[in-house]
């Protein structure tokens, strides 16, 4: 069993940057690909970015490409997700999530993580 916290949610205006973090509570980190999600209100979760179990390997929601980067610190057991240039559409409570790997893949999919972080918000005005 894997606990994830997200950290890092607050109210920020447009054009403002944000860094969320995700602790975990695995010795094993670097065996689990990584992924952030996002679900604004009223809306389904929707994928924003993931990282590999290993290497440099990341895949992100063409929504944040160029704006937002995700990284891992396997010696912290952490994961970030750096926002810079924010919009109001970005407004979403944020989660974590991770799913054990033997390969270094990737994916956008929900259904293929196992583990989730109970979210951190997000509110970026306009």
């Known amino acids: 069993q894997v606990q994830l916290q997200e950290s890092g949610g607050a109210s920020v205006q447009a054009g403002d940057s944000l860094r969320l973090s995700c602790a975990a509570s695995?010795?094993?980190?670097?065996?689990?690909?990584m992924g952030w999600f996002r679900q604004a209100p009223g809306k389904e979760r929707e994928f924003v970015a993931a990282?590999?179990?290993?290497?440099?390997?990341?895949i992100y929601a063409d929504s944040v490409k160029g704006r937002f980067t995700i990284s891992r610190d396997d010696a912290k057991n952490t994961v970030a997700l750096q926002m810079n240039s924010l919009k109001a559409e970005d407004t979403a409570v944020y989660y974590c999530?991770?799913?054990?790997?033997?390969?270094?893949?990737?994916?956008?999919?929900?259904?293929?993580?196992?583990?989730w972080g109970q979210g951190t918000r997000v509110t970026v005005s306009s």
């Open positions: 990282h590999s179990r290993s290497g440099s390997s990341t």
């Open positions: 999530a991770a799913r054990r790997r033997y390969y270094d893949d990737l994916t956008a999919s929900a259904e293929q993580y196992v583990y």
């Open positions: 695995t010795r094993t980190f670097s065996t689990y690909g």
